[in-house]
Nanobody, 126 residues
């Protein structure tokens, strides 16, 4: 079992920045990949970014490439999502998820992730 708890969401103006954190507990954090997803009202859950077990490789959705950065600190069992140049269309509930190895580490498909956090709201005002 893996427990994931997100934090760091909030209200920010367009062009601003936020850093989300996701603290993991349970199984050895450094042995699995992590991803960030988001879901806006009335829309499907959308892939944002993924990072492999070591932190050496990352993968991004085109919509956030160049603005968001995913990273992890295995000593702290935490994965981060630094979000810069935020836009109103980035408004959503953001979720972190653990990929235990059933699928390739950068999978953009939510159903291939095994554990999920409760989500944190990010609202970008125009």
């Amino acid at each position: 079992q893996v427990q994931l708890v997100e934090s760091g969401g909030g209200l920010v103006q367009s062009g601003g920045s936020l850093r989300l954190s996701c603290a993991a507990s349970g199984r050895t954090f450094s042995r699995y990949a992590m991803g960030w997803f988001r879901q806006a009202p009335g829309k499907e859950r959308e892939f944002v970014a993924a990072i492999d077990w070591s932190g050496g490789s990352t993968y991004y959705a085109d919509s956030v490439k160049g603005r968001f950065t995913i990273s992890r600190d295995n000593a702290k069992n935490t994965v981060y999502l630094q979000m810069n140049s935020l836009k109103p269309e980035d408004t959503a509930v953001y979720y972190c998820a653990a990929n235990m190895g059933r699928a390739i580490w950068y999978s953009p498909r939510p159903y291939e992730y095994d554990y999920w956090g409760q989500g944190t709201q990010v609202t970008v005002s125009s």
